[in-house]
T-cell receptor
Framework: NAGVTQTPKFRVLKTGQSMTLLCAQD?????MYWYRQDPGMGLRLIHY???????AKGEVPDGYNVSRLKKQNFLLGLESAAPSQTSVYFC??????????????FGPGTRLTVL | AQSVTQLDSQVPVFEEAPVELRCNYS??????LFWYVQYPNQGLQLLLK??????LVESINGFEAEFNKSQTSFHLRKPSVHISDTAEYFC??????????????FGQGTILTVHP
C-alpha cells in the first residue's frame, strides 16, 4: 500500500513550457486535491475533485488545469509555465464520508522551478 | 469562507521545555480543525483533529490542542518537547458541512526548532 504518490519529485521548466504532474492513490479515495506550498503562505488549494470525471476550482486555480479520468489518478497541468508558479506542489486524497471528517493523506510533493 | 492565522512564524525552544503554537481561525459556519506536521522534505501528516465532543484532543506523541469557540482558537501544546519534534506545523480548518468536500484552509505555518 503506497498511499499517495507524486511524479516527478523535481522539475525545472523554462517560462512558457508545459508539463503535467501526476498524483496516484491506492486507497480507493473519492476526493483528491492539489495544493501549492509557498514560504510564509502555508498551503493553498488549486483544484480538487469529488469523484472520477469531476473537478472544481480551489483558491488559486489560474494557470492550472486538472483532469480525473480514473478514480486513482489526479493530473495537474501547466499549459504555459510562469516564474510565479515556482512552488512545491502537494497532492492529497481523502475518503468521502457523510460528515466530511476524514483525514487527508498527502503525497511527498513535487518541487517545481520555473526559470 | 474560512481563514486561519498562525501567530508565530518561528518558535525556538530547548529540549524538554514546554511549547505552545498558536492558531486562530475565522468562519461564518461551524468548523472542523486540524493540526498537520511536516518534517523536512516530506509531505504533511495529520497530528490531531477536532470534529466534535470534547474540546481537548490529543495525539499519540504527546501533543494536545484545545478548541476554544469563544476565542476562535485551536492552540497546540506539548509539555516537554524532543529534538525529533523539530518540524513545521500547520493549523487548518474546513467547514463542517457536506458542501465543504473536506477542502482545507491552512495557516501560514510555524517552524518549531528544538535545541539541545
Amino acid at each position: 500500500n503506497a498511499g499517495v504518490t507524486q511524479t516527478p519529485k523535481f522539475r525545472v521548466l523554462k517560462t512558457g513550457q508545459s508539463m503535467t504532474l501526476l498524483c496516484a492513490q491506492d486507497m480507493n479515495h473519492e476526493y483528491m486535491y492539489w495544493y501549492r506550498q509557498d514560504p510564509g503562505m502555508g498551503l493553498r488549494l488549486i483544484h480538487y475533485s469529488v469523484g472520477e470525471g469531476t473537478t472544481a476550482k480551489g483558491e488559486v486555480p489560474d494557470g492550472y488545469n486538472v483532469s480525473r479520468l480514473k478514480k486513482q489518478n489526479f493530473l495537474l497541468g501547466l499549459e504555459s509555465a510562469a516564474p510565479s508558479q515556482t512552488s512545491v506542489y502537494f497532492c492529497a486524497s481523502s475518503r468521502r464520508s457523510g460528515a466530511v471528517t476524514d483525514t487527508q493523506y498527502f503525497g511527498p510533493g513535487t518541487r517545481l522551478t520555473v526559470l | 469562507a474560512q481563514s486561519v492565522t498562525q501567530l508565530d512564524s518561528q518558535v525556538p525552544v530547548f529540549e524538554e521545555a514546554p511549547v505552545e503554537l498558536r492558531c486562530n481561525y475565522s468562519s461564518s459556519v461551524s468548523v472542523y480543525l486540524f493540526w498537520y506536521v511536516q518534517y523536512p522534505n516530506q509531505g504533511l501528516q495529520l497530528l490531531l483533529k477536532y470534529l466534535s465532543g470534547s474540546t481537548l484532543v490529543e495525539s499519540i506523541n504527546g501533543f494536545e490542542a484545545e478548541f476554544n469557540k469563544s476565542q476562535t482558537s485551536f492552540h497546540l501544546r506539548k509539555p516537554s518537547v524532543h529534538i525529533s519534534d523539530t518540524a513545521e506545523y500547520f493549523c487548518a480548518v474546513t467547514g463542517a458541512g457536506g458542501t465543504s468536500y473536506g477542502k482545507l484552509t491552512f495557516g501560514q505555518g510555524t517552524i518549531l526548532t528544538v535545541h539541545p
